[in-house]
C-alpha cells in the first residue's frame, strides 16, 4: 500500500470517520460536532485536490481488497470518478456548513451528522469505485444512510416519504443485484475501463447484454429518478433543506446518473452500447422525463415539490447525454451531471432559508421575498435563470453541448425536446422570479425568524451565495482550463477518441 | 437328564400351579382384601417352589444364597406391601366383602 | 433355546415405533404422548438389539447394547423432564378454569434449604 | 417350534400391550399396561441376549419411568378434580368429537401405515447376517480393562458417549429443577412401622446391591446404570416413606452427590488427556482401576439422579 | 479440542453445585472455549483438518472428533455469540431483585453451559450415535431455557417444542439404526465408504433428515419454532435462533455431503430447495403480520434458515458448487449474529417498554439509539444490503444460481431479501417516529445494548471478511 492508495482511503475516510465519531457525540457538544463535521469536509477537499492534480498529471491511483475470493473491493481514480468525487466533496463543504445553521437547535443532531456523514462517504464510494461490484456495494450503502436523513422529522409524513423512498430504492437495489450477478457470472469480475468490458460478449450473449441493460437501467434509473421510476423524489422532499440539497444535488439522483454514465461508457462502451441497440429506447426514455418533469413542475404550488419535478426533469438532461451517440452530447450531459448539481444545490438553499427564515413554502407565498432576503434570493435567479439556459450561466453550456450533439447523431427530434423543455422551465420559474422581485410583501411572513446582522443565519446565506458564484464561474469561464468543462472535454476525448 | 434335572422340573409343576391359582384368583376374587390374599399367599409360594426349583440348577454356593436372597426379599417386601394396602383401604373405609351384599 | 429371529424383533420394533408415532400425533392428553414417546424409544431400541443379534458369532453385537442403555437412560431423562412440564402446563390450565394458587417459584426459592453456595 | 411360537407370542403380545396401552379410553389402565409393557420388553431384550439391557429396562424403562408416569397422572387427576369439581375419570381422549378430527385421525393412520410398510421394506432388505462391532470388541477386549464387553464398551471404546450421557442425566435434574419444586409424599412413618422395620434392613441392603451390580458389571451383566437405577429405587422408597427428607435439606451435599459424575468424569479424561493425549484415553494397564473410579462415581450420581427425578421438582420446603 | 466440550462440561456441572458462581464460571468456561477455539483456527489454518480419537481406540470401535473449516467456524460462531449472550443475561437476569428473578438466574447458567457444551459436541463429532446423545443434551437445554420464562406461553411452547425435539430425534435415532445394520458402523467417514444404494439406507436418511428437519424448523415443520422463540427469556431467544437450528441444519450437511453424498440426487435437492423457498416466503409474509416484534424476529428465523437450504440444489452441479456451500454457511453466520442481535434489541425494548407490541413502539430511536443502531445494523445484513455478511452470502448464492442456471433461486433470493427489507422497514418505521410519552419506563443498561451493537457490527463487517471464510470453510469441505 503506497501513499497514493492512502490518498483515496483518506478520501473515504475522511467522512467515514468523523460520521462514527459524531454518532456517539453527546447532543449537547454542539460546538466539537461542527468543527469535526468542518473538518471532515475540509480535510476531504484538501485530499480530492490532491488527487484531481495527481490524475491531472497522470499518476494511476488504486486500491484493492479481496473481500470475496476473486471478487475484489476496488477503488480508483479515473476522470470520470474526479468528476463527480469533485463535484460532491465541493458541494458538500457547503451543504454541511448549510445544514450546521439550518439545524440549529433541533433534536437530534448527533444522529442527523452522523448519517450526513456516512451518505457522502456512500457518495464518494460510487464516485472512486474502480468495478461495478465497488459500486453496487456504495450505491446500497447510500441507500441505507439516506433513509434517516428522510425520515428525520419523525411526522407522518416523513415516515411514509421514507417508506416510498425505501421501496423503490430497494426494489431498484435488488433488480440491480440481479444485474451485476449476471453478468458477473458472465464476465467474470467487472472493472470500469473507457469503451467498456464486454467486448468478448458483444456475439455470444448479445441477448442476454441487451437485458442486462434494462435491468441495469430500472436497477439505476430509480436513483435517477427517470419516468417513471422517479415516484419517490417528490415525496421525499419532506427532508429538512439540507437533505433535500443532497438527495437532488450531491447524492442520491447524482449517483444514479453518475451509475448510468458508468455502465454505458465504462461498462458497454457507448459503441458497443450503440452497436447493440439500447441507446435509442434509453434517450427517448430520458426525453419524455425531460418534458413530463417539466410539465409536472408547472403545476406544484409547494416550492420544493416544484424544484424536485424540476430535478426529475434536469438529471434526465446527463442520462439523454449518455444515450446519444458521440463526443458533443457526451460532453453536455456529463458536463450537467456537475452544473445541474450547482443550480439545483442553490435552488434548495433558498428554498430552504425561506422556509426557515420568513416560514414560506409555497411559491404563492414568495410576494415580495426579495426585498425582505435580497442576497438569497439574487442567488436563487442566478440558479433558476442558469436552469432555463440563459447564457452565459451554467445550464447554457450544457444545452448547448447536448442539442450539437443531437444534430451531429442526426437525432433532431431532441433539439425539439430541449427547446420546449426551455420553454417549460422558464415557465415555471419566471414566475417566481416576478414574485419575488416585483409583487409587493405581505404584511407579515408566516413565521419569521430575526438572525442579527445578515438577513438570515450566516452560514445559511454563505452556502447559497458560494454555489450561486460557482454557477457563474461554469458558465463564464467554461473554455477556460480550470473549468468543468474542460476536464468533461478529455473524458470525452478518452471514450470517443481514436 | 440328570436326577437334580429331573427334581428341578418336578418342583417347577407345583411352582406353576400356584402362579396359576394366584392370577386366577386376583381376576376372580370379589374384593380388594381376598385378592390381596391371592396375591401375597399364593403368588409367594409359587416363588418358593421356583426358586427351589432354580437352586437345585445352580453352579455353587453363591448363587444358592442369591436365589434365597431373592425369595426373601420378595416375602418380605410383598407382605409390608399388603398390608400397607390393606390398611389405606381400612382407612377410606371400604368394606369387606360378605355373602350379603351384591 | 435357540436364539430369536432377529427379523421378528426388528418389525416389532418398528411397529412399536408407528404405533407411537401414531399416538403421539393424534392424542391429546400429554400423559399419553409422554408415554407414546417411550414406545416409539422402545421401538427404537428393539431394533437395535435385533440388529445386534444378526452379529451374533459368538455373541451379540456389545455396540449397539452400549447405545440402547445410553438412549433408555436419555428417555428417561426426557420422561421426567417432560412430565415436569407436562404437570406446570396442566396446572397452568387448571388454574385458568378457576384461579388457585398453584406455586410460582417466587414462593419458596428463597427457602430452598442451604442456598448459600 | 416352541421357541418360536414363545418368541411369537411376546411379540405379538407387546405389540398389542403398546397399542392399548396409548389407546385406552381409562388412562389408569392406560398407564398400567405400559408398565406391563416394559415388564415385556425386558423380556424381549432377554431374547435377544442382552441381559445388561433387561436389567436396565426392567428397573427403568419400566419401573421407574411407570413410577413417573403414575404419579404425575395422580396428581394431574387431583389438580382436575380440584378445579372442575368433578371426577375426572376418564380422560379426555380424540375420539369421536367432530368429523374433520376423526378424518385427519385415519389419515394419520394411514400415514403410519405406509410409515411402517416402508420401514418394514427397509429391514428386510438389510443383510441376513450382519458384521457388526463384535470381533473388533472381542479383540480389544483384554485392553479395555474389564471383561463384560457392554461395559467395555461405555466405559472405555465409547466412553465419551457416557460422558455425555452422565451430562444428559445431570441436565435432566437441572431442568426438572428450575421447572418446578417437588412433591413430598405426605407419609408418616409412625403409623407404619412394618414400612419402617422393612426399610431399615432392606434400604442398606439395596446399597449393598446397587454396589455389587457396579463391582460385577466389570465382568458379567451389571455396571454403574443397573447399579444406578437400584439405588434410586432405594431413593424412591426413602422418599416415599419420608425417610429420605433429612438428606434433602443438605442442598449443596445433594447438589454435589448430583454432579459428581460428570466432575469425576470430566476430570478422568481431563487428567487422562494429559497423561496419555488422548481425551478420556486411560494409561495403559490401569483401565480398570480408572473404570471402577469413574462408574462409582457415576453410580452415585445416577442413583440420586434418577431417585430425585421421581420428586418432579427441586426439593424445598412449603 | 477436548476443552470444548470438557470446558462448558465441567462448568455447568460446578455452576449448578454453587449456584451463585453461575456467572463466573459462565465466564471461566468462556475463557477455556475461547484460548481452545482459538488455538483450533490457528491449527487448522496452519496444518489443515485436525482429528482426535477419544479414548484413544478410532473409528468404527471408537469415537473420532473432527474439526474441518466448517466446524472450526461454527464453533467459532457458538463462542462469539455464547460470550455475547454471558455478557448480556448478567445484567438481563438481574432486572429486578425478585425470588424469580433470582429463580431465573440460578438455573440459567447451568442451562446455558449445558447448550454450550452440546453444541461443541454435536459440531465436532463425526460418530451418528454420539450426534444423537449432542443432539439430544441440545435439545434438552434448550427447551429448559424457554421455559425458564415460567409464564403460561412459555411453557406451553416450550412443552410442544420438546414433543417435536424428541419425536425427532426418533426418527434420527432409528436411522441411525438402519445405517449400522448396513453399515456395521456410525462413523461418518466409514459409512461413506461402506455406504451401498439400496432400500436401507434411503429409508435410514429419509428417517434421519425428517428428524434434523423437524428439529431445524424447515418449512412446513416450522410451526413450533416462533413460540418457542418468541417466549423465551431474550438472551435464550438469541441462542435458539442463531445456533441450537442451525446445529441440525448442521448435522444435515453433514450427513448429505460427507456421510450420504451418493444419495445427493436432483430430485432430493430439488425438494429441499423447494422446501427452502416456501419457508422463505412463508416466513417472510408470516413476519409482515406479526404484532409483536419477537414473534416478527422468530418469523424471520423461519425464513432466513430457508435460503440455507438453498444450498442443496446449488450444490448438485460443479460449477457453482463451492460458492453455494461457503454462501449458505457465510449467510449462516451473518444471520445467526444479526439475530442474536435482534433478539437482544428486542429485549433491551421489553426492558425499556414493559411490551413488545410492534405498533405501541413509537420512538426507539430517541430513547435507546444505540439498539435502533443495532437494530438497523442486524436489519441490513438480514436483508443483504452490502457489505454485511447477509449481502457476500447471498450473493454468492445468488452468482451460483445464476452459473448453475437455477433462475429460480436467484428470483427467490431477490423476493425473500425484498420481504426482508419490508418487515425490517416496518419496525424501523417505529423506530424514527416521535416517542409517546409514557411508552419507555425503564432505563436499559449501556452493557445490553452494547453488546447486540456489537453483534450487529459483526454481521455487517463479515462481509468484509469474507475472504478469510471462503479460506476456512475450503478446508475439509466435500470436494473431490
Same mark, same amino acid.
Given at each position: 500500500m503506497n501513499v497514493l492508495s492512502l490518498t483515496l482511503l483518506g478520501v473515504l475516510c475522511s467522512s467515514l470517520l468523523?460520521?462514527?465519531?459524531?454518532?456517539?457525540?453527546?447532543?449537547?457538544?454542539?460546538?466539537?460536532?461542527?468543527?469535526?463535521?468542518?473538518?471532515?469536509?475540509?480535510?476531504?477537499?484538501?485530499?480530492?485536490?490532491?488527487?484531481?492534480?495527481?490524475?491531472?498529471?497522470?499518476?494511476?491511483?488504486?486500491?484493492?481488497?479481496?473481500?470475496?475470493?476473486?471478487?475484489?473491493? =476496488?477503488?480508483?481514480?479515473? /476522470? +470520470?470518478?474526479?468528476?463527480?468525487?469533485?463535484?460532491? @466533496?465541493?458541494?458538500?463543504?457547503?451543504?454541511?456548513?448549510? =445544514?450546521?445553521?439550518?439545524?440549529?437547535?433541533?433534536?437530534?443532531?448527533?444522529?442527523?451528522?452522523?448519517?450526513?456523514?456516512?451518505?457522502?462517504?456512500?457518495?464518494?464510494?460510487?464516485?472512486? $469505485? /474502480?468495478?461495478?461490484? @465497488?459500486?453496487?456495494?456504495?450505491?446500497?450503502?447510500?441507500?441505507?444512510?439516506?433513509?434517516?436523513?428522510?425520515?428525520?422529522?419523525? @411526522?407522518?409524513?416523513?415516515? *411514509?416519504?421514507?417508506?416510498?423512498?425505501?421501496?423503490?430504492?430497494?426494489?431498484?437495489?435488488?433488480?440491480?443485484?440481479?444485474?451485476?450477478?449476471?453478468?458477473? $457470472?458472465?464476465?467474470?469480475?467487472?472493472?470500469?475501463?473507457?469503451?467498456?468490458?464486454?467486448?468478448?460478449?458483444?456475439?455470444?450473449?448479445?441477448?442476454?447484454? *441487451?437485458?442486462?441493460?434494462?435491468?441495469?437501467?430500472?436497477? !439505476?434509473?430509480?436513483?435517477?429518478?427517470?419516468?417513471?421510476?422517479?415516484?419517490?423524489? #417528490?415525496?421525499?422532499?419532506?427532508? &429538512?433543506?439540507?437533505?433535500?440539497?443532497?438527495?437532488?444535488?450531491?447524492?442520491?439522483?447524482?449517483?444514479?446518473?453518475?451509475?448510468?454514465?458508468? !455502465?454505458?461508457?465504462?461498462?458497454?462502451?457507448?459503441? +458497443?452500447?450503440?452497436?447493440?441497440?439500447?441507446?435509442?429506447?434509453?434517450?427517448?426514455?430520458?426525453?419524455?422525463?425531460?418534458?413530463?418533469?417539466?410539465?409536472?413542475?408547472?403545476?406544484?404550488?409547494?416550492?420544493?415539490?416544484?424544484? =424536485?419535478?424540476?430535478?426529475?426533469?434536469?438529471?434526465?438532461?446527463?442520462?439523454?447525454? =449518455?444515450?446519444?451517440?458521440? #463526443?458533443? /452530447?457526451?460532453?453536455?450531459?456529463?458536463?450537467?451531471?456537475?452544473?445541474?448539481?450547482?443550480?439545483?444545490?442553490?435552488?434548495?438553499?433558498?428554498?430552504? +432559508?425561506?422556509?426557515?427564515?420568513?416560514?414560506?413554502?409555497?411559491?404563492?407565498?414568495?410576494?415580495?421575498?426579495?426585498?425582505?432576503?435580497?442576497?438569497?434570493?439574487?442567488?436563487?435567479?442566478?440558479?433558476?435563470?442558469?436552469?432555463?439556459?440563459? &447564457?452565459?450561466?451554467?445550464?447554457?453550456? $450544457?444545452?448547448?453541448?447536448?442539442?450539437?450533439?443531437?444534430?451531429?447523431?442526426?437525432?433532431?427530434?431532441?433539439?425539439?425536446?430541449?427547446?420546449?423543455?426551455?420553454?417549460?422551465?422558464?415557465?415555471?420559474?419566471?414566475?417566481?422570479?416576478?414574485?419575488?422581485?416585483?409583487?409587493?410583501?405581505?404584511?407579515?411572513?408566516?413565521?419569521?425568524?430575526?438572525?442579527?446582522?445578515?438577513?438570515?443565519?450566516?452560514?445559511?446565506?454563505?452556502?447559497?451565495?458560494?454555489?450561486?458564484?460557482?454557477?457563474?464561474?461554469?458558465?463564464?469561464?467554461?473554455?477556460?482550463?480550470?473549468?468543468?468543462?474542460?476536464?468533461?472535454?478529455? !473524458?470525452? /476525448?478518452?471514450?470517443?477518441?481514436? | 437328564m440328570s436326577f437334580l434335572d429331573f427334581l428341578s422340573a418336578l418342583l417347577l409343576v407345583p411352582a406353576l400351579f400356584f402362579f396359576v391359582a394366584g392370577t386366577v384368583a386376583l381376576l376372580r376374587f370379589p374384593d380388594l382384601y381376598s385378592r390381596l390374599h391371592a396375591l401375597t399367599k399364593a403368588d409367594n409360594v409359587g416363588l418358593g417352589f421356583a426358586v427351589l426349583a432354580l437352586m437345585l440348577r445352580a453352579e455353587n454356593g453363591v448363587e444358592v444364597f442369591k436365589l434365597a436372597l431373592i425369595w426373601g426379599l420378595v416375602l418380605a417386601a410383598s407382605s409390608t406391601v399388603c398390608f400397607l394396602i390393606g390398611q389405606e383401604a381400612v382407612r377410606r373405609g371400604l368394606k369387606p366383602w360378605t355373602r350379603q351384599s351384591p | 433355546m435357540p436364539d430369536a429371529d432377529p427379523r421378528l424383533y426388528l418389525l416389532a420394533g418398528l411397529a412399536l415405533f408407528a404405533i407411537g408415532f401414531y399416538s403421539l400425533v393424534v392424542q391429546t392428553h400429554l400423559l399419553r404422548r409422554i408415554m407414546a414417546l417411550n414406545v416409539m424409544g422402545s421401538g427404537v431400541f428393539l431394533a437395535f438389539l435385533a440388529l445386534a443379534l444378526k452379529a451374533a458369532a459368538p455373541m451379540p453385537d456389545p455396540v449397539p447394547h452400549a447405545m440402547v442403555l445410553t438412549g433408555i437412560v436419555v428417555a428417561v431423562c426426557a420422561t421426567g423432564l417432560a412430565l415436569a412440564l407436562a404437570d406446570r402446563v396442566q396446572a397452568l390450565e387448571a388454574n385458568e378454569e378457576t384461579p388457585a394458587p398453584e406455586e410460582p417459584p417466587s414462593a419458596e426459592t428463597g427457602s430452598e434449604p442451604e442456598d448459600a453456595g | 417350534m416352541i421357541p418360536q411360537l414363545l418368541d411369537g407370542t411376546l411379540v405379538l403380545v407387546v405389540v398389542a400391550l403398546a397399542w392399548r396401552a396409548l389407546n385406552d379410553r381409562d388412562l389408569f389402565r392406560g398407564v398400567i399396561e405400559f408398565i406391563a409393557l416394559g415388564l415385556l420388553l425386558a423380556m424381549a431384550w432377554l431374547r435377544l441376549r442382552a441381559p445388561d439391557l433387561a436389567l436396565a429396562e426392567a428397573a427403568v424403562g419400566s419401573g421407574l419411568t411407570g413410577a413417573l408416569i403414575l404419579s404425575a397422572l395422580v396428581r394431574m387427576r387431583r389438580r382436575e378434580q380440584a378445579a372442575a369439581g368433578q371426577p375426572a375419570g376418564v380422560a379426555t381422549g380424540p375420539w369421536a368429537k367432530d368429523r374433520a378430527k376423526n378424518f385427519s385421525r385415519v389419515l394419520l393412520g394411514a400415514l403410519s401405515v405406509a410409515m411402517l410398510g416402508t420401514l418394514a421394506w427397509a429391514a428386510l432388505s438389510l443383510p441376513a447376517k450382519a458384521r457388526g462391532l463384535t470381533a473388533e470388541a472381542l479383540a480389544r477386549l483384554p485392553d479395555s480393562g474389564v471383561t463384560n464387553p457392554v461395559t467395555a464398551v461405555l466405559l472405555n471404546f465409547r466412553a465419551y458417549d457416557t460422558l455425555l450421557e452422565i451430562g444428559v442425566l445431570l441436565l435432566a435434574i437441572v431442568g426438572v429443577w428450575a421447572l418446578r419444586r417437588g412433591e413430598w409424599p405426605a407419609a408418616d412413618l409412625r403409623e407404619r412401622p412394618l414400612l419402617l422395620s422393612l426399610l431399615r434392613w432392606v434400604l442398606p441392603l439395596l446399597a449393598v446391591g446397587a454396589g455389587y451390580l457396579l463391582w460385577i458389571g466389570a465382568s458379567a451383566p451389571g455396571g454403574a446404570f443397573q447399579g444406578g437405577a437400584l439405588l434410586a429405587g432405594a431413593l424412591v422408597l426413602a422418599l416415599l416413606s419420608g425417610l429420605g427428607r433429612r438428606l434433602l435439606r443438605r442442598g449443596r451435599l445433594v447438589r454435589t452427590g448430583l454432579t459428581i459424575g460428570v466432575l469425576v468424569f470430566g476430570v478422568a479424561g481431563a487428567v487422562a488427556l494429559g497423561w496419555t493425549g488422548g481425551l478420556l484415553q486411560y494409561p495403559t494397564g490401569q483401565a480398570g482401576a480408572w473404570i471402577l473410579v469413574i462408574e462409582a462415581a457415576a453410580l452415585v450420581s445416577i442413583g440420586l439422579t434418577l431417585g430425585l427425578l421421581y420428586l418432579g421438582g427441586r426439593p424445598g420446603e412449603k | 479440542m477436548s476443552g470444548l466440550i470438557l470446558g462448558p462440561l465441567v462448568a455447568a456441572a460446578l455452576a449448578f453445585t454453587f449456584p451463585k458462581r453461575g456467572r463466573g464460571m459462565a465466564w471461566a468456561a468462556a475463557g477455556v472455549v475461547g484460548i481452545a477455539v482459538l488455538s483450533l483456527i490457528r491449527a487448522v489454518l496452519g496444518g489443515g483438518v485436525q482429528s482426535h480419537r477419544v479414548s484413544g481406540w478410532g473409528a468404527p470401535l471408537g469415537i473420532d472428533l473432527r474439526a474441518d473449516g466448517l466446524a472450526v467456524l461454527l464453533l467459532a460462531l457458538t463462542a462469539l455469540i455464547a460470550v455475547a449472550v454471558t455478557g448480556y443475561a448478567a445484567p438481563y437476569l438481574r432486572a429486578a431483585d425478585s425470588p424469580e428473578a433470582r429463580h431465573r438466574e440460578r438455573y440459567f447458567w447451568p442451562l446455558l453451559l449445558f447448550l454450550w457444551t452440546a453444541l461443541n459436541a454435536l459440531f465436532l463429532s463425526r460418530d451418528l450415535f454420539n450426534l444423537y446423545v449432542a443432539l439430544e443434551l441440545l435439545g434438552f437445554a434448550a427447551v429448559a431455557l424457554v421455559a425458564l420464562e415460567g409464564k403460561g406461553d412459555a411453557l406451553r411452547a416450550a412443552l410442544r417444542y420438546l414433543f417435536v425435539s424428541l419425536s425427532a430425534s426418533l426418527f434420527y435415532l432409528l436411522g441411525v439404526a438402519l445405517v449400522y445394520g448396513q453399515c456395521a458402523t456410525v462413523d461418518l467417514a466409514l459409512v461413506a465408504e461402506r455406504a451401498p444404494r439400496g432400500p436401507a439406507l434411503t429409508v435410514a436418511l429419509a428417517l434421519m433428515t425428517g428428524g434434523l428437519i423437524a428439529k431445524a424448523a424447515l418449512f412446513p415443520l416450522h410451526f413450533w419454532l416462533p413460540p418457542a422463540h418468541a417466549n423465551a427469556p431474550a438472551p435464550v431467544s438469541a441462542l435458539l435462533s442463531a445456533l441450537v437450528v442451525k446445529g441440525a441444519f448442521y448435522l444435515l450437511l453433514r450427513l448429505w455431503f460427507e456421510a450420504l453424498p451418493v444419495f445427493h440426487t436432483p430430485a432430493a435437492a430439488r425438494l429441499f430447495g423447494m422446501l427452502g423457498a416456501a419457508a422463505i416466503l412463508w416466513g417472510s409474509i408470516n413476519a409482515l403480520t406479526q404484532s409483536r416484534l419477537k414473534l416478527l424476529i422468530a418469523y424471520s428465523t423461519v425464513a432466513q434458515l430457508g435460503y440455507l437450504f438453498l444450498v442443496f440444489p446449488l450444490m448438485t452441479g460443479r460449477d457453482g458448487r463451492f460458492g453455494a456451500w461457503c454462501g449458505g454457511l457465510l449467510l449462516l453466520g451473518a444471520h445467526a449474529c444479526a439475530k442474536t442481535a435482534m433478539f437482544l434489541v428486542a429485549g433491551n425494548i421489553l426492558r425499556a417498554a414493559g411490551h413488545d407490541r410492534i405498533r405501541e413502539l413509537a420512538g426507539i430511536a430517541q430513547v435507546l439509539p444505540v439498539s435502533a443502531f443495532a437494530l438497523g445494523l442486524a436489519g441490513v445484513s438480514l436483508v443483504g444490503l452490502p457489505p454485511s455478511g447477509g449481502f457476500a452470502g447471498k450473493w454468492l448464492l445468488l452468482s451460483a444460481g445464476l452459473r448453475e442456471g437455477q433462475w429460480w433461486v436467484a428470483a427467490v433470493i431477490l423476493v425473500g431479501s425484498l420481504l426482508a427489507a419490508a418487515y425490517i422497514m416496518r419496525v424501523m418505521t417505529r423506530a424514527f417516529a416521535p416517542a409517546v410519552p409514557g411508552t419507555w419506563v425503564r432505563p436499559v443498561p449501556p452493557i445490553m445494548e452494547g453488546t447486540a451493537l456489537a453483534l450487529a457490527l459483526v454481521a455487517v463487517g463479515m462481509g468484509l471478511a469474507g475472504s478469510w471464510f471462503v479460506e476456512l470453510l475450503w478446508l475439509g469441505g466435500p470436494w473431490p
Open positions: 468523523t460520521g462514527l465519531i459524531i454518532f456517539f457525540l453527546k447532543e449537547e457538544s454542539h460546538r466539537l460536532r461542527t468543527w469535526l463535521n468542518l473538518l471532515g469536509a475540509g480535510l476531504k477537499l484538501v485530499l480530492v485536490a490532491a488527487l484531481l492534480r495527481g490524475v491531472y498529471l497522470g499518476k494511476t491511483y488504486a486500491w484493492s481488497f479481496e473481500f470475496l475470493p476473486g471478487l475484489p473491493l =476496488a477503488l480508483g481514480a479515473d /476522470a +470520470n470518478s474526479m468528476l463527480f468525487v469533485t463535484l460532491s @466533496t465541493v458541494l458538500w463543504f457547503w451543504t454541511t456548513l448549510y =445544514a450546521v445553521g439550518y439545524l440549529e437547535d433541533s433534536p437530534h443532531r448527533s444522529r442527523f451528522f452522523g448519517f450526513f456523514s456516512l451518505c457522502v462517504t456512500a457518495t464518494t464510494g460510487i464516485a472512486l $469505485s /474502480a468495478n461495478l461490484m @465497488t459500486f453496487l456495494i456504495f450505491y446500497e450503502l447510500l441507500t441505507v444512510s439516506t433513509y434517516p436523513l428522510v425520515v428525520h422529522r419523525g @411526522t407522518r409524513k416523513a415516515l *411514509q416519504g421514507g417508506r416510498v423512498y425505501l421501496t423503490y430504492t430497494l426494489l431498484g437495489g435488488a433488480i440491480l443485484l440481479l444485474a451485476v450477478a449476471w453478468l458477473y $457470472s458472465l464476465a467474470g469480475p467487472v472493472p470500469f475501463k473507457e469503451r467498456g468490458v464486454i467486448q468478448g460478449l458483444m456475439v455470444s450473449h448479445r441477448r442476454e447484454l *441487451q437485458w442486462l441493460f434494462l435491468l441495469f437501467m430500472i436497477g !439505476i434509473g430509480v436513483k435517477a429518478a427517470i419516468a417513471p421510476l422517479h415516484g419517490w423524489l #417528490p415525496r421525499a422532499m419532506v427532508a &429538512p433543506a439540507p437533505v433535500s440539497s443532497l438527495l437532488h444535488a450531491v447524492a442520491v439522483v447524482k449517483a444514479g446518473a453518475f451509475g448510468i454514465v458508468r !455502465i454505458v461508457y465504462d461498462v458497454y462502451g457507448a459503441e +458497443n452500447a450503440a452497436e447493440l441497440g439500447v441507446l435509442p429506447p434509453l434517450a427517448i426514455a430520458a426525453g419524455v422525463t425531460i418534458v413530463y418533469g417539466s410539465v409536472c413542475a408547472l403545476f406544484q404550488d409547494e416550492l420544493k415539490k416544484r424544484l =424536485a419535478f424540476s430535478t426529475v426533469s434536469q438529471v434526465s438532461y446527463i442520462v439523454l447525454g =449518455a444515450a446519444i451517440l458521440g #463526443p458533443l /452530447a457526451a460532453i453536455g450531459g456529463l458536463v450537467h451531471l456537475v452544473h445541474q448539481g450547482l443550480l439545483k444545490i442553490t435552488l434548495f438553499f433558498g428554498a430552504g +432559508n425561506y422556509a426557515e427564515t420568513l416560514g414560506i413554502h409555497r411559491v404563492s407565498e414568495m410576494n415580495g421575498v426579495g426585498r425582505r432576503l435580497p442576497l438569497t434570493t439574487a442567488a436563487f435567479t442566478v440558479a433558476a435563470l442558469g436552469m432555463i439556459g440563459v &447564457p452565459p450561466l451554467a445550464g447554457y453550456v $450544457s444545452k448547448w453541448y447536448l442539442s450539437k450533439g443531437a444534430v451531429t447523431a442526426g437525432d433532431h427530434w431532441v433539439t425539439v425536446v430541449l427547446a420546449a423543455s426551455s420553454l417549460l422551465n422558464a415557465a415555471y420559474f419566471l414566475p417566481i422570479l416576478y414574485r419575488a422581485w416585483f409583487l409587493p410583501p405581505p404584511e407579515k411572513w408566516p413565521a419569521e425568524h430575526s438572525f442579527g446582522r445578515w438577513e438570515t443565519h450566516w452560514m445559511l446565506l454563505a452556502a447559497p451565495l458560494v454555489t450561486a458564484a460557482l454557477v457563474i464561474w461554469a458558465g463564464v469561464f467554461a473554455e477556460s482550463a480550470f473549468s468543468p468543462l474542460a476536464w468533461v472535454k478529455l !473524458i470525452a /476525448a478518452r471514450e470517443y477518441g481514436p | - | - | - | -
